[in-house]
């Protein structure tokens, strides 16, 4: 991780990783069921969802729900309802499977146009001494394709290692004091 931060938060500075900054952008701009999923509506979008397709049932099966086809048509007919932690798998694996989903159109939109353009808030300083603050604006740039397309794949695979190695990429870009956002409050952008 770029940044000379070695003892974040030392002065009261509030933030977190840009790269999990970034993570957690991409993350919202998956949108699915609003039904929670221990209401009989949320349990059968899920299982909808998760059966109309053999990606549905593997990922049911990394979810780690293992049943019988007669328990699973029993749930599909709402003849039976799937126990408490069931229930959370099938949520684990719905979600799951909508992030696999939806990858594809998230580069497609991530990347039109030359790339998306992001809005970057540097970390909260407001409990810091004014002695200690940094003069840190909010900083805008436009993400080039391929940081996107690499980017979704970092964040469909949970790989923090290649987030972290992706936002080190993009800060660069900001010039001599790319390191005073290795840490933030926010990233946001319209895509």
């Not at 069921?33 to 969802?49: F, H, N, Q």
Request: aromatic letters at 8%; a neutral charge; proline letters at 5%.
């Amino acid at each position: 991780m770029a940044g000379r931060w070695a003892d974040f938060g030392q002065y009261n500075a509030r933030g977190v990783p840009g790269a999990r900054a970034l993570g957690t952008g991409i993350e919202r701009m998956v949108t699915g069921v609003a039904s929670p999923p221990d209401t009989g509506r949320g349990i059968a979008a899920r299982l909808r969802y998760l059966t109309a397709s053999d990606a549905g049932y593997a990922a049911m099966d990394r979810a780690g729900i293992s049943v019988t086809p007669r328990t699973l048509y029993a749930w599909l007919a709402e003849e039976r309802r799937p126990s408490a932690v069931n229930r959370a798998r099938l949520d684990d694996a719905y979600w799951d499977l909508r992030r696999h989903n939806v990858a594809a159109d998230l580069k497609r939109r991530l990347t039109a146009q030359g790339g998306a353009r992001i809005e970057i808030d540097p970390v909260d300083q407001s409990a810091v001494a004014p002695a200690h603050r940094r003069t840190l604006p909010v900083r805008r740039m436009t993400v080039r394709p391929r940081h996107w397309e690499a980017a979704v794949d970092a964040w469909l695979e949970d790989d923090e290692t290649a987030m972290d190695g992706i936002w080190d990429d993009l800060i660069v870009e900001l010039g001599s004091e790319y390191d005073s956002y290795a840490y933030v409050s926010s990233i946001g952008w319209a895509a």
